[in-house]
């Protein structure tokens, strides 16, 4: 993305963490690859909204976050000195992981391709209810996010898994189901802790801005 300045190792993590698709201990990076994401790295990857980090004890808990993930739609630089073959392993990698094997997986986003539980509608489903294969995808998406049924999950982490839907599809697929039994959409209680991104990613229903959903309640 022209203007994020990344480098080739903060290009890296990105892959790292989209790998892993799920929050990790930057301990266990260090543990399992080798990885260290320093102060300096996680700053500025934080500041542009590619990686969520919170303090957990006395290290870092790390995921790629929502703008990470359509990030990681575009290509990477990994060119390092004195390291070329591992900067076009990685962009091969990474290249041919959106080009190709996305494609072929049925998944329409990275976010998809590497969630822990899969996300997709069938093709019967989509086949004969876009719409209804639309909604049967957020719930999929849903679970892929919760920590466990009924739990809140910001629109904000589930948006980037419909970056193929235009937004005004999405938002109605979320109306629909808010009015399904078990489903409920809310605004962030504490609002000093929304950041640009959750109030770009609120949903306008009922006269408000929400912010979560939940599934299972």
Same mark, same amino acid.
């Given at each position: 993305m022209a203007g994020d300045d990344l480098t080739a190792s903060e290009s890296a993590i990105l892959v790292v963490l989209m790998a892993e698709a799920r929050e990790v201990l930057n301990t266990e990076l260090r543990e399992r690859y080798n990885l260290d994401v320093r102060k300096p790295q996680r700053d500025k990857l934080t500041r542009?909204?590619?990686? =969520? #980090?919170?303090?957990?004890?006395?290290?870092?808990?790390?995921?790629l976050d929502d703008k990470g993930w359509v990030r990681m739609q575009s290509d990477l630089?990994?060119?390092?000195?004195?390291a070329s073959a591992l900067g076009a392993a990685l962009t091969a990698l990474q290249a041919n992981l959106r080009d190709r094997v996305l494609a072929r997986s049925g998944c329409a986003t990275l976010?998809?391709?590497?969630?822990?539980?899969?996300?997709?509608?069938? =093709? #019967?489903?989509?086949?004969?209810d876009p719409a209804g294969a639309l909604a049967a995808r957020v719930v999929s998406a849903y679970r892929a996010l919760a920590d466990a049924p009924g739990a809140w999950v910001s629109l904000r982490r589930l948006r980037p898994f419909f970056a193929d839907v235009p937004r005004e599809d999405l938002d109605e697929a979320l109306r629909r189901l808010s009015r399904s039994e078990g489903v409920a959409l809310a605004p962030e209680s504490n609002q000093k802790t929304l950041t640009e991104v959750d109030i770009a990613a609120a949903l306008r229903l009922g006269g408000q801005d929400n912010h979560l959903l939940a599934i299972g309640v």
């Open positions: 542009l909204h590619y990686v =969520a #980090s919170r303090k957990s004890g006395s290290t870092y808990a790390l995921q630089d990994f060119a390092l000195r004195g976010a998809e391709l590497f969630a822990v539980t899969d996300v997709r509608a069938s =093709a #019967s489903t989509a086949a004969a």
